[in-house]
Nanobody, 117 residues
Framework: QVQLVESGGGLVQPGGSLRLSCAASRSIVSFGAINWYRQAPGKQRDLVATITSDGSTNYADSVKGRFTISKDNAKNTVYLQMNSLKPEDTAVYYC???????????WGQGTQVTVSS
């Protein structure tokens, strides 16, 4: 089992930057992938970015070139650096991973990001 805790959300103006953190309760090196999702009110939860155990990354087209996912294995933490933020990025952001064999999904509690003047 693992617990995931997101932090770093807040209010930022358009064009600004924010860095989100996802802290895990134990080592993250054994997980095949860790993901960031986001969900706006009344909308579905969408995959934003993925980082694999070997450090490979992938991004949704809507954030490509603006967001960067990274990890620090020693700190059991995954980050999402968000630059050039737009109002459309406003959402609750969640980190996610799967248990061994994919039997369980693990989710953090979410952190609110609001992009507004």
């Amino acid at each position: 089992q693992v617990q995931l805790v997101e932090s770093g959300g807040g209010l930022v103006q358009p064009g600004g930057s924010l860095r989100l953190s996802c802290a895990a309760s134990r080592s993250i090196v054994s997980f095949g992938a860790i993901n960031w999702y986001r969900q706006a009110p009344g909308k579905q939860r969408d995959l934003v970015a993925t980082i694999t155990s070997d450090g490979s990354t992938n991004y949704a087209d809507s954030v490509k070139g603006r967001f960067t996912i990274s990890k620090d294995n020693a700190k059991n933490t995954v980050y999402l650096q968000m630059n050039s933020l737009k109002p459309e990025d406003t959402a609750v952001y969640y980190c996610n991973t799967k248990s061994r064999y994919g039997f369980f999904d693990y989710w953090g509690q979410g952190t609110q990001v609001t992009v507004s003047s």
